[in-house]
């Protein structure tokens, strides 16, 4: 009974912290905007960079980061919980950025919250997946929504090509849905723009 009381309460604990925004706290504190009025109109890090506040911006990354991180931290290297329950810590990190209470359960797209988990969970080889297929996605691709979700695939082929660690597929999987959902809009663009690599070879063919 004490062991399902404390992973309820890791739960909730890491989805309470996950669901703070704090990006939209800093926009508001910081820089006196609403940054849901900017970009993708998201309260998430990206926007608190559109709403003009560089250092703000990192700062809000950062803190989105860290929110993934203690609980998770907490369950796998202190506790010594279960694989299954890990997951479920990080997992419930990432919804609460994506669905807050505090927004009346709507949130940002959580791929920062899913780094830190990452971190927290020392799975480097993911974390290195995921950045460079993010950086492939980032230089051929011109829909930012597109990249993510290119991120997302690469890293799952890269690991099943690796390992196939059934919870540690599920979870990535799993926020791999979550990140079509919350991109979901974002996948409907229409765009001919080309990927930002392409765009850079272009303009330096015509200043030749």
Not at 115 to 127: E, H, K, R, Y
Not at 173 to 190: C, D, H, P, T, W
């Amino acid at each position: 009974m004490a062991d399902i009381v404390i992973v309820l309460v890791l739960i909730t604990a890491a989805f309470i912290l996950g669901s703070c925004p704090f990006s939209l706290w800093i926009g508001s504190l910081r820089l006196h905007k609403d940054i849901r009025n900017y970009g993708d109109g998201n309260p998430g890090a990206a926007n608190v960079f559109k709403a003009g506040g560089k250092w703000w911006g990192v700062a809000a990354v950062i803190a989105d980061i860290v929110k993934g991180v203690p609980f998770v931290l907490l369950a796998k290297w202190i506790l010594y919980l279960s694989q299954p329950v890990v997951y479920l810590v990080a997992a419930a990190a990432v919804l609460g950025h994506a669905y807050s209470p505090f927004l009346h359960f709507k949130g940002g797209k959580a791929l920062a919250v899913f780094a830190g988990t990452l971190i927290a969970l020392s799975q480097w080889d993911v974390i290195s997946y995921l950045v460079i297929f993010l950086l492939l996605g980032f230089f051929f691709i011109g829909n930012d929504s597109w990249i993510v979700i290119f991120g997302m695939t690469g890293t799952l082929v890269a690991l099943l090509a690796s390992r196939a660690d059934t919870w540690e597929m599920a979870f990535i999987f799993g926020i791999a849905v979550l990140s079509v959902i919350k991109q979901f809009n974002g996948l409907q663009v229409e765009t001919n723009k080309p990927g930002r690599l392409i765009c850079w070879i272009r303009s330096n063919r015509k200043t030749v």
